[in-house]
């Protein structure tokens, strides 16, 4: 008898399941192609505005600040990764946040399946602040959906004083290491940056799709497997800081926390090129505040807010006032700091894969599963 | 049951000491850490205590300890009320091996898939994200726990004095409390002190349903980016200790607690 | 000398039934007409806020990824197609092995150690070595992971120790590879198979050690068709919380191994948030789920035979 019970009650459920997986399609997908032009209805006057960053990622004094000048208070709701926010607010549903940070590729693939509210840059007269570069990213021409925070490159950051016999310049030097780099040398292991490398030094495009380059660049990685100390996304920098790995796949601004260690950790971008992120924030369609979220964004464009995310989280921020009011000497201390938005430009932005994301997961888990 | 004889018991003890030693191993370097000079946990700097000083004007750090404890007691407290039952349903359908093995279902499903599951579960029915929503997240898996260890001690158990009771014209309730429940009291603690512990522990399933409220773990992976600094190796130094301390506490007191039916008696 | 007839008794004074030939209308507690109720509550709770929930996420395995992540409701069935191929088999194979040989080591120190502490005269002193087996699980399991990466790296405390005793020239390379990965996994779930076998050896009378004894039969075989049907519990516990977390598991690989080798924990992981293919996902998890389940009704089956083999419990 429970046995008999017990199938008909599974065939049941499963029905359920299919049933309301069906009926709540909009609340699990960010949509389909194309922005719709309709808002969710706009509540008026001081609101909370519910906020999804990443940790310590702005200045402390934020919250009240920005309640002082507009009246509107903050929740803030932390994550470490893109994919965690991505998944956060896609499985909470429309409405759940009024901000996000997000990552470029990141933010390109929301565009594209309607899953971002368009600024009105009337309301952002502080986007003045930033250098005309930062409305030349090609993930979000003229920045109608997202606004730049900070930005910078991947490249290699690597011990100047314990590494005497080999310069460093070239990706070669991650997957093909001298013997003096043999097995200290570590990936990230996010997989857009872990296929980077391969990618660029076989002088593809990072957004390629192409199933042939994807596979030269797996095998290639692959091989490079044997001369790897691991990968590594999170702590590579303290790696380099014990001395336990001598050159590692970091990005710029991470590489800053090693210096500010030790200054004998240095950073370079690689001659056959790199990618230019940028975090940058953005409103989740669907967001009942989006005048206030607004204010907030313009809020953070000002001058001394950026200043203080280059001052203490280390990474360049695309705005052209507080980049002009670092001091001289901290931009001494860490070189990248100096690099130009010109300069930025010349690398390529990661951009969604669309349809040859299946594709580019298969062979990332190709180099991982060996 | 006693032991075995010399040969076999050294053999006993010395796996238990290759246990404890693995087991605390870890450990000890971890609470030696906590007194590191140097910010980095591979370069010894030196003997300090300056980072229990941090840690104490730390409320972030300290809020999210009383957070995971108070969801932890919940936890323990709701899967315990429902696997109690449970346990005692299984048992006398035993022979079933579906419901045997559905009843380990929750643990087989990978955390991520219950997380973001749950998530969107709660956001539908627009349930708070919260230690609400933390604490029945746990009790999900934590039900699964707590009903397999109670069922370890219900196996093998002696049913006769149940039949005396009955016999004896008691009705099933008062049967229950007076002369099971004692005897499977050690099964229930055992069963509470591990879904505590795991749920203290847990993080994934925690960082999605959590919303805005701060667990230890999810505190823990956010400070990760700047390494394990010696400020949360001091945190979980105080952690233990506190736990030592309970424990300590708890078994001295707790030794006058008579454990109702004498085992010698049940056998 | 002990008879047949004792040795059913001593044996049965351990089960369900009294002395003697079961009474067909024995009344206990576990017979009660209320003890189905007992099921209600716990699948109640577990139909809302498991099945459902999972479900609504699983059901997506038949469908296809949108363009940009999310889920488009076409039906198909490519995802498990892509799933059955040898590059991702190839991973939940790994996990398998990597799981299996950590239930193994846990079994093989764990069920000892769990017997020693059941053996220990005085409850006090069991209840102290229980509580400091479950005792590292009271600090984070991040933090316990980050320790062993200091204790096994190359400048680490194990190779420092032995290079300062001249037993190596050079530092092993003990991490970032499947071997710190088994030591991370037993060493997260090691716990887990000591407390349940504990609870059921515990429980036993411990005249059962010796009745087999006495009567001239082999450990072993003692051990077998005496014990071993009245641990059944704790040993199929002990083994589904070690083998089950492990193969689900993904931060040991990423940090202890290296991020060198996937398990099925980070593959699924990786679906879910990097590529935000929840379809995929769904699909490798709905294998593994399978796998599992399967594994699961093998073990109950199997021990089920054993257990007949031996005296009903």
């Given amino acids: 008898m429970p046995r008999r019970n017990g199938v008909r009650f599974s065939i049941a459920l499963v029905v359920v399941g299919l049933v309301l997986a069906a009926c709540s399609s909009d609340s699990s997908s960010g949509g389909e192609a194309g922005a719709s032009p309709s808002r969710a209805p706009q509540e008026t006057g001081p609101v909370t505005l519910k906020v999804l960053a990443f940790n ?294 990661l951009k969604d894969l669309g349809d040859g994301q299946a594709a580019f997961s298969d062979a990332v888990t190709q180099v991982k599963s060996g | ?169 008691v009705k099933e309730i008062p049967t229950f409390f007076k002369v099971t429940l004692p005897v499977i009291w050690p099964g229930i603690i055992a069963a509470a002190l591990v879904v505590f512990t795991l749920s203290v522990d847990e993080f994934v399933i925690a960082y999605f349903t959590a919303g805005q409220t701060v667990t230890f773990p999810i505190q823990i992976y956010g400070m990760i980016r700047f390494g394990i600094t010696p400020e949360i190796n001091a945190a979980a130094t105080i952690l233990l200790c506190v736990t030592m301390l309970s424990i300590a506490t708890a078994l001295i007191l707790g030794g006058r607690r008579n454990r109702g039916v004498p085992e010698e008696a049940v056998a | 000398m002990p008879k047949v007839d004792d040795r059913r008794t001593h044996a049965s004074t351990a089960g369900s039934a009294s002395a003697g030939p079961a009474v067909p209308n024995a009344k206990d507690l576990s017979r009660s007409r209320w003890t189905w109720l007992g099921l209600v509550p716990a699948f109640v709770w577990w139909t809302v806020f498991l099945l459902a929930p999972i479900a609504l996420i699983l059901a997506s395995a038949f469908f296809k990824r949108g363009f940009y992540g999310g889920v488009v409701y076409q039906f198909t069935l490519s995802n498990f197609s892509r799933a059955a191929t040898p590059l991702y088999m190839k991973v939940f194979w790994h996990s398998i092995k990597l799981a299996f040989v950590t239930t193994v080591v846990c079994l093989a120190v764990g069920y000892p150690a769990a017997y020693f502490i059941a053996t220990r005269p005085s409850v006090k002193m069991r209840n102290v070595l229980l509580l400091l087996v479950i005792l590292p699980f009271w600090t984070d399991f991040l933090i316990r992971t980050y320790a062993w990466i200091i204790l096994l790296n190359r400048e680490g405390v194990v190779n420092g120790v032995l290079e300062r005793f001249g037993v190596i020239d050079q530092p092993l390379g003990l991490l970032y590879n499947n071997t710190a990965v088994v030591i991370g996994l037993v060493y997260a779930y090691l716990p887990l198979m000591i407390l349940p076998l504990y609870a059921s050896l515990e429980r036993l009378n411990p005249e059962l050690f010796e009745a087999g004894a006495d009567l001239g039969s082999r450990p072993f075989r003692v051990w077998r068709t005496v014990i071993l049907p009245l641990i059944v519990p704790g040993l199929v516990a002990g083994i589904v919380f070690v083998f089950v977390p492990s193969l689900g598991n993904f931060p040991v690989a990423e940090l202890l191994g290296g991020g060198r080798s996937d398990m099925v924990g980070n593959l699924i992981n990786r679906q879910f948030l990097t590529a935000r293919d929840w379809p995929f996902g769904s699909t490798l998890t709905l294998a593994l789920i399978a796998i599992l389940m399967l594994l699961l009704l093998v073990q109950s089956f199997a021990l089920r035979r054993s257990r007949e083999i031996g005296i009903d419990a």
């Fill in chain 1, 56 to 349: 310590d990622y702005m200045p402390n004094n934020v919250s009240s600040t920005f309640q002082d000048q507009t009246g509107n208070t903050i929740e803030i709701t932390t994550t470490s990764s893109n994919e965690d926010a991505i998944a956060k607010i896609q499985a909470a549903g429309p409405g759940a946040y009024d901000i996000a940070w997000l990552t470029s590729p990141f933010v390109d693939g929301m565009i594209k399946a309607g899953g971002l509210e368009q600024l009105d840059h009337s309301a952002l007269p502080n986007l003045s602040n930033l250098y005309p570069e930062a409305s030349q990213l090609a993930y979000d021409l003229g920045n109608q959906y997202s606004v730049p925070y900070a930005w910078g490159t991947t490249g290699i950051c690597w011990r100047s004083d314990l590494v005497k016999n080999t310069t460093i310049d070239s990706w070669d030097d991650l997957l093909k290491p001298s013997s003096e780099l043999a097995g200290k040398v570590t990936l990230i292991d996010e997989d857009r940056w872990l296929m980077l490398p391969a990618l660029k030094e076989l002088g593809f495009s990072v957004n390629t799709t192409d199933p042939d380059q994807l596979q030269q660049a797996a095998d290639l990685t692959i091989a490079a497997k044997k001369t790897l100390l691991g990968f590594d996304g999170d702590t590579f920098y303290s790696k380099l800081v014990s001395g336990e790995a001598l050159a590692v796949e970091g990005w710029d601004g991470w590489c800053n926390y090693g210096t500010a260690e030790d200054p004998n950790v240095k950073y370079i971008t690689p001659k056959e090129g790199a990618d230019i992120w940028v975090d940058t924030m953005v409103i989740p369609k669907g967001s009942t505040h989006v005048q206030q979220a607004e204010d907030f964004i313009n809020f953070i464009l000002q001058p001394e807010h950026q200043k203080w995310v280059a001052e203490h989280i280390l990474f360049k921020v695309p705005n052209q006032q507080s980049m002009e009011m670092l001091d001289p000497a901290f931009l001494d201390q860490f070189p990248n700091m100096k690099v130009t938005p010109q300069e930025l430009l010349q690398q390529e932005p």
């Fill in chain 2, 1 to 169: 049951m006693r032991d075995r004889g010399p040969g076999g018991g050294r053999l006993l003890r010395l796996n238990m000491g290759i246990v404890f030693a693995f087991l605390y191993t870890p450990l000890v370097v971890l609470v030696i850490l906590s007194f590191n000079q140097s910010k980095y946990a591979s370069l010894w700097g030196g003997f300090s205590t300056k980072w229990y000083g941090v840690l104490a004007h730390d409320s972030a750090v300290i809020r999210s300890i009383g957070t995971t404890f108070f969801i932890a007691a919940a936890a323990t407290v709701l899967s315990i009320v429902i696997g109690l039952p449970l346990a005692f349903g299984l048992e006398r359908w035993r022979r079933n091996a579906a419901l045997d093995s559905a009843s380990y279902f929750p643990l087989l499903i990978p955390d991520i898939v219950t997380a973001i599951g749950l998530l969107s579960f709660f956001a539908a029915i627009k349930f708070p994200l919260g230690v609400r929503s933390i604490v029945i997240a746990h009790s999900v898996w934590g039900i699964a726990f707590a009903t397999a260890i109670i069922r370890t001690r219900l196996r093998g158990f002696d049913r006769s004095i149940e039949e005396a009771s009955l016999d004896l014209g």
